[in-house]
């Protein structure tokens, strides 16, 4: 159960991460910024950790490992102004697959990091990914050359903060719960997008005058409290490199939400192209299983 349990934990994580994309494209649609939506999303976001930490802990706060969490919620800010910067410009299909580059990026950081190759079942997962993410994005026979190159930057700069964040969300800290870790994760995260975006939407009436909120806190839960909570406890357990391939079920929930939400038109291609990456998800835990 438990060889299951913390991959599963890391699949919903990345999954609830999926879902940030259409929400930024609703909240577009609902006439406000995508700078306004993602200083939405930290602020309630933090105010959820709040209420999770005054529920649940009854320790006082520790400051313990604050480098690490200092680090790891600057970076979460950052992959998700990134992202938000990289939608501007791009379209929300390509967006997802160029944040889809953490896969093999977070795994060239964990064979640095562990001086050592990764493991047969890890590579051929990865190529497995790379098979499906293309057709999966609805991307063959799509024009891409008008693209401007600031779309690509930013997706992939993006790419690098979240691989950086699972790097350094895999590093546990002694006598640091859950709910505390994630408080002060999601203030780090808060206090970095309140700097680059939008911080006068809590005074100037636009986040609960003009109904932002509503869209905050679906961004708030999906994009940073759900994630943030789920990694923090299953990706010391899995991994980075492994974390990293399991990440990859962002991708498919993106595209079916965009459906359901947007309209979006998938192609039997694209259906193609998720059972692929559902396969090379699934790859390596199967394997591992068939070892033991």
């Known amino acids: 159960m438990k060889m299951w349990l913390y991959p599963l934990l890391v699949v919903l994580a990345a999954s609830s991460y999926g879902l940030v994309s259409t929400i930024i494209k609703l909240a577009i649609q609902g006439g406000f910024s995508v700078s306004e939506a993602i200083t939405s999303q930290f602020f309630i976001g933090f105010c959820i950790a709040v209420c999770i930490f005054l529920l649940t802990n009854r320790e006082k706060i520790s400051f313990k490992g604050i ?47 562990k001086r050592q190759l990764p493991s047969r079942i890890e590579f051929i997962s990865l ?29 992939l700069t993006a790419a690098l903060c979240f691989s950086l964040f699972l790097f350094v969300n895999s590093k546990p800290i002694k006598s640091m719960n859950t709910s505390n870790r994630l408080l002060l994760v999601s203030f780090f ?84 192209g998720i059972v692929i990456i559902i396969m090379g998800i699934i790859l390596p835990t199967v394997l591992k299983k068939d070892k033991l």
């Open 189 to 272: 995260a808060f206090m970095t997008t309140a700097t680059f975006q939008s911080p006068e939407i809590i005074w100037n009436g636009t986040l609960f005058g003009e109904g932002l909120w509503v869209y905050g806190l679906a961004l708030g839960l999906f994009g940073m409290i759900i994630p943030v909570y789920l990694f923090t406890i299953a990706v010391p357990k899995v991994g980075l490199g492994m974390s990293s391939i399991l990440s990859a079920f962002e991708l498919p929930i993106a595209v079916l939400v965009s459906v359901i939400l947007l309209s979006e038109i998938v192609t039997p291609l694209q259906i193609v």
């Open 67 to 113: 480098k690490i969490l200092i680090l790891a919620g600057v970076l979460t800010g950052l992959t998700n102004i990134f992202y938000g910067r990289s939608l501007i410009y791009l379209p929300a299909s390509l967006a997802v697959v160029l944040l889809f580059q953490f896969t093999w990026i977070g795994m060239l950081i964990s064979c640095i990091a």
């Open 127 to 155: 190529i497995v990914l790379f098979a499906g993410t293309i057709p999966a994005a609805g991307l063959i026979d799509v024009d891409l050359s008008q693209i401007p190159i600031q779309g690509w930057l930013w997706g």
